[in-house]
């Protein structure tokens, strides 16, 4: 009778780990293929035409955060905008290359701000509330042809941050972008067509790595001081030939 009383409490105890086991790894694993919306917003402080899409892109997050929908924004500060008197801190020269880049696989005259492109293959004024619409519909009614498995992002002894990933999916001809965003900055404008305002920007690009889409791996950013709390990655894989992104995840840092 021990025994058997034994044997049931083991059995009990089995099912009971069990199914906190596959509770634990629901939290870690996406759906499958599960449509995605990625937002590039190429913008300036330094631009007096920006604010109203910086403004866009904020609400677009608040809804999405509220509504668990899978969008992920990303500002990306261009720089030749500074030679009007305010040089953005967030500028930076490989933006406007990427932004440049777009300009090439869109046909388009030149690079303008705000602009707006969702998954790499839909363009856009910034600050145009209706095309940001029928974008993030079409494409969270599009299945995803990859699918982060895991996406991790930790302090390396306090100095760096390191991010693994897996993946799961055809990434051949793709590339892996990864952005060091901080969620949430706030700037007095002191000089140029902004002169005088506040600003207030989120998802900022902070640092970003490109590198050959593979099955699984880790990259490394540098500390650059800012808070923990305010700092997320963002990944996503983009087809090289026509830059069409075919998966995305986000992850705070640990």
């Known amino acids: ?17 069990a199914c906190s086991f596959k509770k634990k ?13 990625v937002i590039e917003l190429f913008t300036s402080q330094g631009c007096s035409s920006c604010p109203p899409a ?28 500074n030679r009007l008197g305010w040089t953005d801190p967030f500028s930076d020269a490989a933006y406007s ?8 696989a869109f046909g388009l005259d030149g690079p303008y701000t705000p602009q707006m492109i969702v998954n ?17 519909t079409n494409a969270l009614n599009t299945k995803t042809n990859i699918n982060f498995t895991s996406l991790n992002a930790a302090y390396n002894d ?35 067509e902004n002169g005088g305002r506040t600003l207030r920007n989120e998802n900022v690009v902070r640092q970003f790595i490109t590198k050959k889409a593979t099955a699984s791996g880790e990259i490394e950013f540098t500390n650059n001081n800012v808070a923990k709390e305010n700092m997320a990655i963002i990944a996503f894989v983009q087809l090289e030939k026509d830059k069409k992104i075919v998966g995305a ?3 705070k840092i640990n």
């Open 97 to 104: 290359a990427r932004q440049n880049d777009y300009v090439t």
């Open 249 to 251: 995840a986000m992850a």
């Open 120 to 136: 790499g293959s839909k363009e856009f004024i910034g600050s145009d509330k209706t095309a940001l619409a029928a974008s993030l």
């Open 1 to 17: 009778m021990k025994f058997k009383i034994f044997s049931a409490v083991i059995f009990v105890a089995f099912i009971i780990f």
């Open 25 to 37: 790894e629901a939290v870690h694993f996406n759906v499958p293929f599960e449509p995605i919306a």
């Open 158 to 192: 306090g100095k760096s941050i390191k991010v693994q990933y897996t993946i799961d999916g055809n990434s051949s001809g793709a590339t892996l972008n990864f952005a060091l965003v901080s969620l949430s900055e706030t700037t007095v404008v002191k000089r140029g």
């Open 54 to 81: 910086d403004a866009l892109l904020a609400q677009t997050i608040a809804d999405a955060n509220k509504e668990g929908k899978k969008i992920f924004a990303l500002s990306f500060h261009v720089d030749y905008w």
